[in-house]
DNA sequence: TGTGTATTATTGAGAACGCAAATGAGTGTA
DNA sequence: TACACTCATTTGCGTTCTCAATAATACACA
């Protein structure tokens, strides 16, 4: 129970730190950039829509909003697919990757600094060990295409 | 990084499935159960709203939208402060007391199965020793008046 | 081929929350 | 007393997200 609760004010915590700083260095939300993130670390740049939404645990359609901001601040581009005509790929742009590559060091940084101000290595280490155990996010964090 | 990025995961998933099993049964969201369960342990069966909100991690005026909800299906009261006219108590009603007593065993439940499918005793409490390390987190869980 | 089912994505409606600003109340100082 | 300052709370507004319903496509199988 404690270890519940206290997941729920970390996240809470946490969340609300780095997104005020993000957005006011930025303007970008923590899932913008780690939506940004995801693309830059995938082949070609672009993700299916629906592994986008598992990999960033949201639904499709939060999926979808969230790109709608991004494809209106052309950081994203839409892509279609030929083999199947439902997938639609969000596509990171030029303009998306300099985005992303401006806001990644400061942002780095302050969960860097957020983390080693109260944790040693072996245990941030530890704590995303035991994370991962968590239905769905193992294996959700690299570029692997996640079949 | 990628204890970072697990956190936000592990969260979301976490609190989307808890989230929606409370609603079902109790129609209420994890945030209105944790509100219900801090005041039960608090004297006198209420708080400060400005003491709720630090324990919730939420704002001060996240705690007058939620308590919104809570007095209208009257589970909570508002009660003022005699010596000092800023402050407002929310306060646990009867009917609070029994919703939370009958929402606890099933939401109790849910929890424990979810960290007992994936952890080990032990890990639990070094995962809850872990997130205590964040700031604002620790001692928020317990009866503790929180000076 | 035709039909049923699963999958991908979007849309509408609404909930939850943060920020900034405003209000009213306490406290310290001259 | 008068003034400035801080604190607890609420309100307006915008953002982000979920759920449920919908549409379009793919696929499996008779």
Known sequence: MRAWTRLLRAHAAATRLLNAELQAKHGLSVNDYEAL??????????????????????TPSGVTRLLEGLEEGGLVERTSCPSDRRVAYAEL????????????????????????EHFADDEIDELAELLARFPGVAGTDDSCPAA
Not at 40 to 57: F, P, V, Y
Not at 102 to 111: E, K, L, M
């Open 93 to 116: 742009t030029k303009d998306g990757a300099a985005k992303l590559e401006a806001a990644s060091c400061g942002h780095v940084g302050s969960i860097r600094e957020l983390f080693e």
């Open 37 to 58: 993130y995801l693309l830059s670390q995938s082949e070609g740049g672009r993700l299916k829509r629906i592994d986008l939404a598992r990999r960033l645990a949201l």
